[in-house]
Nanobody, 115 residues
Framework: QAQLVESGGGLVQAGGSLRLSCAAS????????LGWFRQAPGKERDFVAA???????YYADSVKGRFTISRDNAKNTAYLQMNSLKPEDTAVYYC?????????WGPGTQVTVSS
């Protein structure tokens, strides 16, 4: 059974940085698009960033220039480097692996940015 597990969340001051990791197991995800989404309290889950199998990257406008998504297929792991964090980045961050209708979600990791 495929599983995704996020790590690296925590509490950081505004302007600080965090690096999230998403470790996949139970399968090979080199052909999947790997993405990050986030959900703040009382809000819907929103797209943050994605990277496809060939390394093309996509970002939400709100994080462009501050966040960088990457992947290491040998380690079945995706990363989200988050710099210049703002209080509005506070949310639970979820990892997603998607290929067509086949998709998986991690349980999420909390990121809290204090002002």
């Amino acid at each position: 059974q495929a599983q995704l597990v996020e790590s690296g969340g925590g509490l950081v001051q505004a302007g600080g940085s965090l690096r999230l990791s998403c470790a996949a197991s139970g399968g090979t995800f080199s052909t999947y698009t790997l993405g990050w989404f986030r959900q703040a309290p009382g809000k819907e889950r929103d797209f943050v960033a994605a990277i496809n199998w060939s390394g093309n990257t996509y970002y939400a406008d709100s994080v462009k220039g501050r966040f960088t998504i990457s992947r290491d297929n040998a380690k079945n792991t995706a990363y989200l480097q988050m710099n210049s964090l703002k209080p509005e980045d506070t949310a639970v961050y979820y990892c997603n692996a998607q290929m067509g209708v086949d998709g998986y979600w991690g349980p999420g990791t909390q990121v809290t940015v204090s002002s």
